[in-house]
Protein backbone atom coordinates (compact mmCIF):
# COMPACT_ATOMS: atom_id res chain seq x y z
CA UNK A 1 0.00 0.00 0.00
CA UNK A 2 1.68 3.56 -0.87
CA UNK A 3 1.10 6.82 0.76
CA UNK A 4 -1.77 8.00 -1.53
CA UNK A 5 -3.81 5.06 -0.91
CA UNK A 6 -4.38 6.68 3.10
CA UNK A 7 -3.18 10.07 2.78
CA UNK A 8 -5.62 13.27 3.16
CA UNK A 9 -6.02 15.00 0.74
CA UNK A 10 -7.67 18.07 1.73
CA UNK A 11 -4.97 20.26 3.28
CA UNK A 12 -5.25 24.16 3.86
CA UNK A 13 -2.17 25.94 2.43
CA UNK A 14 -1.09 29.46 1.94
CA UNK A 15 0.98 31.13 -0.55
CA UNK A 16 4.41 33.48 -0.05
CA UNK A 17 2.19 36.17 -0.71
CA UNK A 18 -0.35 36.05 1.83
CA UNK A 19 -0.04 38.31 4.93
CA UNK A 20 1.52 37.93 8.52
CA UNK A 21 -2.64 39.18 9.20
CA UNK A 22 -4.28 36.86 6.92
CA UNK A 23 -2.07 34.05 8.15
CA UNK A 24 -3.18 34.41 12.00
CA UNK A 25 -6.78 34.59 10.54
CA UNK A 26 -7.23 31.36 8.95
CA UNK A 27 -4.23 29.93 11.15
CA UNK A 28 -7.06 28.01 13.16
CA UNK A 29 -7.75 25.73 10.47
CA UNK A 30 -3.73 24.42 10.72
CA UNK A 31 -4.34 23.78 14.67
CA UNK A 32 -3.52 20.10 13.94
CA UNK A 33 -0.80 19.82 11.56
CA UNK A 34 2.20 21.99 13.74
CA UNK A 35 2.92 23.44 10.20
CA UNK A 36 1.43 25.39 7.49
CA UNK A 37 2.20 24.45 3.87
CA UNK A 38 3.75 27.16 1.97
CA UNK A 39 2.88 26.98 -1.99
CA UNK A 40 3.55 28.99 -5.16
CA UNK A 41 1.10 29.75 -7.64
CA UNK A 42 1.42 26.37 -9.32
CA UNK A 43 0.92 23.99 -5.66
CA UNK A 44 4.67 23.47 -5.80
CA UNK A 45 5.78 23.20 -2.34
CA UNK A 46 8.40 25.51 -1.39
CA UNK A 47 8.03 26.52 2.45
CA UNK A 48 6.48 25.86 5.95
CA UNK A 49 5.80 28.13 8.93
CA UNK A 50 5.59 26.92 12.41
CA UNK A 51 4.65 28.16 15.82
CA UNK A 52 9.19 28.72 15.99
CA UNK A 53 8.84 30.64 12.37
CA UNK A 54 5.48 32.64 14.22
CA UNK A 55 7.52 33.53 17.34
CA UNK A 56 10.66 34.11 15.36
CA UNK A 57 8.25 37.36 14.17
CA UNK A 58 8.88 39.02 17.37
CA UNK A 59 12.86 39.28 17.30
CA UNK A 60 13.94 42.48 16.17
CA UNK A 61 17.50 40.72 14.72
CA UNK A 62 14.72 39.04 11.95
CA UNK A 63 14.47 35.27 11.57
CA UNK A 64 17.34 34.57 9.03
CA UNK A 65 19.84 36.53 11.80
CA UNK A 66 18.56 34.61 14.51
CA UNK A 67 19.33 31.22 13.26
CA UNK A 68 22.87 32.39 12.40
CA UNK A 69 23.11 33.99 15.93
CA UNK A 70 21.73 30.63 17.26
CA UNK A 71 24.68 28.57 15.36
CA UNK A 72 26.94 30.41 17.54
CA UNK A 73 28.06 28.47 20.51
CA UNK A 74 29.06 31.88 22.40
CA UNK A 75 26.32 33.72 21.69
CA UNK A 76 23.47 33.82 24.57
CA UNK A 77 20.51 31.79 23.47
CA UNK A 78 17.39 33.77 25.54
CA UNK A 79 13.80 33.05 24.40
CA UNK A 80 11.85 35.86 22.83
CA UNK A 81 9.72 37.30 25.14
CA UNK A 82 6.69 37.96 22.93
CA UNK A 83 5.03 39.86 25.75
CA UNK A 84 7.34 42.16 25.26
CA UNK A 85 8.40 43.15 22.12
CA UNK A 86 7.36 46.38 20.15
CA UNK A 87 5.55 44.87 17.17
CA UNK A 88 4.09 47.69 14.93
CA UNK A 89 0.63 47.35 14.18
CA UNK A 90 1.71 47.65 10.25
CA UNK A 91 3.50 44.38 10.88
CA UNK A 92 0.08 42.89 10.22
CA UNK A 93 0.15 43.97 6.17
CA UNK A 94 3.90 44.37 5.58
CA UNK A 95 5.39 40.98 6.23
CA UNK A 96 4.04 38.33 4.24
CA UNK A 97 4.73 34.36 4.61
CA UNK A 98 7.68 34.59 1.88
CA UNK A 99 9.60 36.75 4.85
CA UNK A 100 9.36 34.11 7.60
CA UNK A 101 8.63 30.97 6.53
CA UNK A 102 10.98 27.55 6.97
CA UNK A 103 12.28 26.58 3.03
CA UNK A 104 13.65 23.18 4.91
CA UNK A 105 10.43 21.38 4.09
CA UNK A 106 10.36 17.71 5.23
CA UNK A 107 8.24 16.26 2.57
CA UNK A 108 7.35 12.32 1.67
CA UNK A 109 6.41 11.18 -1.96
CA UNK A 110 3.04 9.63 -2.38
CA UNK A 111 4.58 6.71 -3.81
CA UNK A 112 6.45 5.66 -1.36
CA UNK A 113 5.29 2.51 0.55
CA UNK A 114 3.48 3.18 4.39
CA UNK A 115 6.10 0.83 5.50
CA UNK A 116 8.91 2.83 4.38
CA UNK A 117 6.80 6.40 5.47
CA UNK A 118 6.33 4.64 9.16
CA UNK A 119 9.69 3.97 9.02
CA UNK A 120 10.73 7.28 8.20
CA UNK A 121 8.48 9.76 10.56
CA UNK A 122 9.69 7.43 13.45
CA UNK A 123 13.46 7.93 12.10
CA UNK A 124 12.23 11.77 12.10
CA UNK A 125 10.77 12.04 15.08
CA UNK A 126 7.31 13.51 14.03
CA UNK A 127 3.87 12.34 14.34
CA UNK A 128 3.22 13.73 10.66
CA UNK A 129 4.25 15.19 7.40
CA UNK A 130 3.25 16.62 4.07
CA UNK A 131 3.33 14.57 1.10
CA UNK A 132 4.23 15.91 -2.57
CA UNK A 133 3.92 14.37 -6.11
CA UNK A 134 6.39 13.40 -8.43
CA UNK A 135 6.69 17.61 -9.29
CA UNK A 136 6.81 18.37 -6.20
CA UNK A 137 3.71 19.44 -6.18
CA UNK A 138 1.58 19.10 -2.74
CA UNK A 139 -1.37 16.35 -2.54
CA UNK A 140 -1.00 15.83 1.04
CA UNK A 141 -0.53 14.89 4.33
CA UNK A 142 0.35 11.74 6.36
CA UNK A 143 0.87 11.04 10.07
CA UNK A 144 1.27 7.80 12.08
CA UNK A 145 -1.93 7.33 13.38
CA UNK A 146 -2.97 7.24 9.07
CA UNK A 147 -0.63 4.35 8.90
CA UNK A 148 -1.22 2.49 11.71
CA UNK A 149 -5.22 2.49 10.90
CA UNK A 150 -4.43 1.18 7.68
CA UNK A 151 -2.49 -1.48 9.03
CA UNK A 152 -5.48 -2.56 11.08
CA UNK A 153 -7.88 -2.49 8.22
CA UNK A 154 -5.27 -4.60 6.25
CA UNK A 155 -5.67 -6.89 9.11
CA UNK A 156 -9.57 -6.81 9.04
CA UNK A 157 -9.82 -5.30 12.86
CA UNK A 158 -11.15 -1.98 10.93
Same mark, same amino acid.
Given at each position: ???????? &??????? +?? &? &??? =???? !??? +?????? !?????? @?????????? !? $??????????? =??? #?? !?????? %?????????? @?????? @??? %?? $????? %??????? $???????????? #?????????? &???????? =????????????? $??? #? @?????
Amino acid at each position: MKIKDIML &TDVDYVM +RS &T &TLS =QLLK !IYD +RFHSLP !IVPVVD @ENKYLVGHVS !I $ADLIGVFSPTG =QDL #RR !ILASLP %FVEHGEEDIF @ESDIPP @EMG %FL $AVVDD %FMNRNVV $ALPEEMSIKNAY #RELNKLSMEK &TLVVNKNN =QLVGIIGVFDIIR $AVF #R @EKGIL
